[in-house]
């Protein structure tokens, strides 16, 4: 099994960055791609949507919302998967959660989410 922990969510303004990171434990030489999603308030499980993902070759996806402003990045000696959170907007507001994908288990593992909230 794999387990994720968030951390460096928080209330902030508009306009600054915040930097999330998200580091894996237990079976992590399963994990080959990691990524971060949203769900904003309101929204159901369901509705959890990707912000950036990257496999574990440096592949990136973004969503067009977040493009130019946030990046993410991984450091697989450190089992670790950040994002770079530049110029938030309001609409960022959400609970972030990190993912990862496991080959050997063919499954998602999901962190317990952190808050991000960003004032106008």
């Known amino acids: 099994q794999v387990q994720l922990a968030e951390s460096g969510g928080g209330l902030v303004q508009a306009g600054v960055s915040l930097n999330l990171s998200c580091v894996a434990s237990?079976?992590?030489?399963?994990?080959?791609?990691m990524g971060w999603y949203r769900q904003a308030p309101g929204k159901q499980r369901e509705q959890r949507e990707l912000?950036?993902?990257?496999?574990?070759?440096?592949?990136?996806n973004n969503a067009d919302s977040v493009k130019g402003r946030f990046t993410i990045s991984r450091d697989n000696a450190k089992n670790t998967v950040y994002l770079q959170m530049n110029s938030l907007k309001p609409e960022d507001t959400a609970v972030y959660y990190c993912n990862a994908w496991s080959f050997r288990y063919r499954s998602d593992f999901w962190g317990q989410g952190i808050q991000v909230t960003v004032s106008s």
């Open positions: 912000v950036a993902r990257i496999s574990s070759g440096g592949s990136i």
């Open positions: 237990g079976s992590t030489f399963t994990i080959s791609a």
